[in-house]
Each structure stands twice: as C-alpha cells, then as structure tokens.
T-cell receptor, first 113, second 115 residues
Framework: AQKITQTQPGMFVQEKEAVTLDCTYDTSDPSYGLFWYKQPSSGEMIFLIYQGSYDQQNATEGRYSLNFQKARKSANLVISASQLGDSAMYFCAMTNRDDKIIFGKGTRLHILP | GAGVSQSPSNKVTEKGKDVELRCDPISGHTALYWYRQRLGQGLEFLIYFQGNSAPDKSGLPSDRFSAERTGESVSTLTIQRTQQEDSAVYLC?????????????FGDGTRLSIL
C-alpha cells in the first residue's frame, strides 16, 4: 500500500536558519514522483518542488531543495535561509503509475522573527 | 485568468440540499483533480479526469458525490443530500497531462459549510 508520512505536525524555526521538513514514503512501484506543496493561511496550494524516482540528482528550486534518499524512502524538503513568509503548512505528496495521488498530513512551519 | 478558477469561493447550505461546485482548469491542461480538505487535515483525493473521462472514481466518499467534465475544460462536483460531515474545503487542481512527473496547479478552493 502507498503511504506518505510526515512526522512533524509543527515546527518553530528562527528566521534565517535552515529548515528540514521530513517526509517518508512507501510504494512498491519503481516509478513515482514526489512533490512538496506550501499552503499559507490564505489557503491556496503552491507547488514548490518535484523529484522523480529515476532522477539522479536532488531537485533544487531557489531556496528549496529536496534531499532524496531512495534507499531510505525519504524525500525531505530543505529550506535555506528561512523567511517570515515561509510560515505555512507544507505537504509532501506522491504519484505513481497507478494514478493514485496521496498527500501527507502536513507540517505546520512557524518562522520566528 | 491564467490560473485554476473555482466557484463559488464560499457556500453555506442546509443539510439535505444539493450543491454544485465548479472548476475551470488552466487552459490546455488535460488532467483535472478534485480533493477535499477538512479543517486542519491533509488533502483527500476524490477523483481525477483525463480529458472528459474519470478512470477511477473509488476516491469519492459515497454515492452522493458525483463529478463530470465537459469539453475537456470545466468540471463540476455535485454533492446530493448534503450532510454535516461534507463540510470542508474542496480543492480543484489541473496539470498539463496525467503523468507522475507533472505538478498540479491548485485553485483557491470552495469552502463548503453545511448547517
């Protein structure tokens, strides 16, 4: 069965520090995609970063990078130099060839001034 | 507009009434998805469309829920005989095509409240 686990329901981080949000997944399909989305208090879902299961390098998008450890089935999101505007819910999600899309329960990130 | 558009943004209705939620995907996006997000919870996948077809309807919570898509564009999610547990934000997303490496672009959602 497919599963996404985000073990940190909430995190508090000082502004300008780096943040790592944990995500582990479980699937038997060798081909899958991993995504991170940000959901501010306003409610919209914002796509941040994507990692394919066959990608050799970790994905990066500006201050976001995905620490992909395939053998451990983890896909942690790293935010460098955190900003106050990074305060939001963050969701890890997975898709595969079975056309199932599952989201984790999310991590609420609070950036402290 | 350039993004996914959902209407209404808010809907308050009495228990037992039917509601219809609308989603306009990004132009040219062939895949369209519906999710439900209860307060403080993650996203619950409901259904997706590739073109006008919905290959998998198993995510719909009950037979009171139905969805259709026409013209490979607008989709409507209909909830019949609403119950209080249907109260949630209903999010629609679209992607260029249905593939595991395509990011989904979300609308702002419809906040549904059942009295």
């Amino acid at each position: 069965a497919q599963k996404i686990t985000q073990t940190q329901p909430g995190m508090f981080v000082q502004e300008k520090e780096a943040v790592t949000l944990d995500c582990t997944y479980d699937t038997s399909d060798p081909s899958y995609g991993l995504f991170w989305y940000k959901q501010p208090s306003s409610g919209e879902m914002i796509f941040l970063i994507y990692q394919g299961s066959y990608d050799q390098q970790n994905a990066t998008e500006g201050r976001y990078s995905l620490n992909f450890q395939k053998a451990r089935k983890s896909a942690n999101l790293v935010i460098s130099a955190s900003q106050l505007g990074d305060s939001a819910m963050y969701f890890c999600a997975m898709t595969n060839r079975d056309d199932k899309i599952i989201f984790g329960k999310g991590t609420r990130l609070h950036i402290l001034p | 507009g350039a993004g996914v558009s959902q209407s209404p943004s808010n809907k308050v209705t009495e228990k037992g009434k039917d509601v219809e939620l609308r989603c306009d995907p990004i132009s040219g996006h062939t895949a369209l998805y519906w999710y439900r997000q209860r307060l403080g919870q993650g996203l619950e996948f409901l259904i997706y469309f590739q073109g006008n077809s919905a290959p998998d309807k198993s995510g719909l919570p009950s037979d009171r829920f139905s969805a259709e898509r026409t013209g490979e564009s607008v989709s409507t999610l209909t909830i019949q005989r609403t119950q209080q547990e249907d109260s949630a934000v209903y999010l629609c997303a679209s992607s260029l095509y249905r593939n595991s490496n395509q990011p989904q672009h979300f609308g702002d959602g419809t906040r549904l409240s059942i009295l």
